[in-house]
Structure formats: structure tokens, C-alpha cells
């Protein structure tokens, strides 16, 4: 998981950026695992390009990333482009974390 600390700190969810938690459990405890109860959600202060997002669950965390609301170019913000590169280069550098999957839906 990715480390929170003072250089990566999470803050409380972004207004306009809030995501359907219980939504976002679900496909967590269907595509990962190993986690229960329903998990804090707060937002990675930096970036401002894809949203990060980081679930605690008791057990773990896990990142949640997604492209902004709202229009963006087509190519743009590309999650699948994103998944693909690193599940190519997570074999070779071991300080890229698992991409675990990728969900083709608009529900969060």
C-alpha cells in the first residue's frame, strides 16, 4: 500500500469529488478481499489529474484512483492505459503497487 505520511497525506474528501462508499466496498470486497466492515474514505492531497482516493479497512488500505468529473479529452485520464502499464511493470519495480482491477462502470 502506499505509504501516508507527511510527504503523501490524505485529507477529507473533496466537495464535488465524493464517491458512493457503500458502492465502492462492494466491488472492493468482490475484486480484492481480505477486508471487512465498511472502510473511512479519504482523498490524497496531491495531484491534479486522476483523483486518488485511500479506503481504510481495518485490516488495509486500498487506493482508489479515477479520472476527474466532468468532460475530459477522449485519450485523456486513460484508467485502463493506466491498469495496463502497471501490471506490465509491477514485475520488474517491485515500488509499483498491484493494480487489482479495473471497473468498466459510471456508478462512482
Known amino acids: ?15 464535488g469529488q ?5 458502492i465502492v466496498d462492494r466491488l ?6 481480505g477486508v471487512t466492515g465498511r472502510p473511512e474514505l479519504t482523498q490524497f492531497k496531491g495531484g491534479n489529474s486522476n483523483l486518488t482516493y485511500l479506503l481504510k479497512y481495518p485490516e488495509r488500505g486500498v487506493v482508489l484512483r479515477r479520472p476527474p468529473f466532468g468532460t475530459k479529452a477522449k485519450s485523456a485520464h486513460s484508467m485502463s492505459r493506466e491498469y495496463t502499464i502497471m501490471n506490465k511493470i509491477k514485475p520488474a519495480f517491485s515500488a509499483c503497487q498491484k493494480p487489482f482491477f479495473i471497473p468498466m462502470m459510471k456508478q462512482f
Open 1 to 15: 500500500m502506499t505509504e501516508v505520511n507527511e510527504m503523501n497525506p490524505t485529507i477529507a474528501v473533496r466537495d
Open 18 to 22: 465524493q464517491l458512493d462508499v457503500d
Open 28 to 33: 472492493v470486497k468482490e475484486h480484492v478481499g
